[in-house]
């Protein structure tokens, strides 16, 4: 399994396009969970820091950093493929 | 030849387009895309659905569109490359296409203003960032530049300071560059005080300038307002263009909402219909 974390601000848009894009994935890797923290909690906050992330959504996988900012679906496959 | 051609698929562009076919005008509708890039994630205010996504809303838009059938033709996507008018026609011409029309309907919304300085492109989604609110909590313990003149500066300066270490606010004129490789590292200035070029170090710049019209493809064509909006009659959505009109956050409104914008489509298209008869 794959334990993704997005950690994200309320009001983004690109967030809602990289949460879809997760959500559509999917299909083609079953073994993957997405949760969401928000990133003004103490939670969001303490891994942020803890992974220098500054650009919102933050995305860690299995509790490493993955990727932040905007996002490709091949960009995200790329990334997925090499956790397999 | 159409009677109408309404450019823009948001609210306003939609309902323009909707109601001008109701009231039998050959109508075309040509966009980038349904709803592009305005307003925000989450929808609270649309009459008839009490949250919709952004994205909800553009399928209802789409659909209510394709609802009409042939009677309302419309080229979505499509990037529109000149807006012209020859002799009493317009002539929208797409990548592939040109289309004519009698009267024109200009729905293009407004996009975030951008500060326009070098550096800014490269940088963009590099530490440079256009939504505060967004941003901010990722600048925990950063410096931060926060670069804005709207209303909306106490507020975004109060969100940025529950994280940043120091948020250095900075006026849209006085940036001169925003300096980086892959990433922002600082931003070139003229310092207020000495009025010498000076450059800060930074880890992040969030622009806060907000909406810019896009009015690329009109704007030799219709007044603007001294911010780039385009003058209209607020009883009809007339602009100083015979036969173009505007509506939604194109338009120099005081009130940018899709609420607003849907009904300043309506009042467009009856306008446009009661300029056509009146021809």
Redesign the interface.
């Known amino acids: 399994m794959i334990q993704l974390t997005l950690i994200r601000p309320d009001d983004c848009d690109t967030c809602v396009d990289v949460k879809e894009l997760l959500e559509g994935l999917k299909k083609d890797y079953p073994d993957i969970q997405v949760e969401e923290i928000d990133a003004a909690s103490e939670k969001g906050q303490q891994l942020i820091i803890e992974h220098g992330i500054m650009q919102s959504p933050g995305i860690l996988a299995n509790g490493k950093f993955l990727t932040m900012g905007k996002v490709t679906e091949k960009e995200l496959r790329k990334k997925l493929n090499k956790l397999k | 030849m159409y009677d109408v051609i309404v450019i823009g698929a948001g609210p306003a562009g939609v309902a323009a387009s909707i109601n001008a076919t109701r009231h039998g005008l050959k109508t075309l509708l040509v966009a980038q895309s349904f709803l592009g890039e305005s307003g ?3 929808v609270e205010n649309w009459l008839g659905d009490p949250v919709l ?3 909800d809303l553009a399928k209802k838009l789409e659909e209510h569109v394709k609802a009409f059938g042939k009677s309302l033709e419309f080229k979505v996507p499509a990037t529109i490359t000149k807006i012209a008018k020859n002799d009493a026609l317009f002539e929208v011409k797409t990548l592939d296409n040109v289309f004519r029309a009698r009267a024109l309907i200009v729905a293009t919304g407004s996009s975030r203003r951008k500060l326009g300085v070098e550096g800014e492109n490269k940088l963009y ?3 440079i ?1 256009y ?1 505060v ?10 410096n931060v530049v926060l670069v804005t003149n709207t209303d909306k500066t106490g507020e975004a300066f109060k969100s940025l300071s529950k ?1 940043a270490k120091n948020v250095y606010l900075i006026e849209p004129a006085a940036i001169v560059e925003i300096e980086g490789k892959n ?1 922002v590292t600082g931003v070139k200035h003229i310092d207020q005080k000495t009025k010498q070029q000076r450059l800060l170090s930074a ?2 710049v969030l622009v806060e300038l907000g909406l810019e019209p896009n009015i690329s493809l009109v704007k030799d064509l219709v007044e603007l307002d001294e911010s780039g909006f385009i003058v209209v009659a607020s009883q009809t959505g007339a602009t100083s263009q015979p036969g173009i009109f505007a509506a939604g956050d194109v338009a120099n409104g005081k009130y940018k909402q899709y609420n607003i914008a849907a009904g300043d489509g309506v009042k467009a298209a009856l306008a446009a219909r009661d300029y056509l008869n009146n021809l």
């Not at chain 2, 609110?133 to 950063?142: I, L, R, T, V």
Request: aromatic residues 16%.
């Open positions: 925000t994630t989450r996504s952004k994205k989604d590099k530490g960032g939504c609110n967004c941003d901010a909590p990722f600048y925990n313990g950063k994280y990433w880890d992040g």
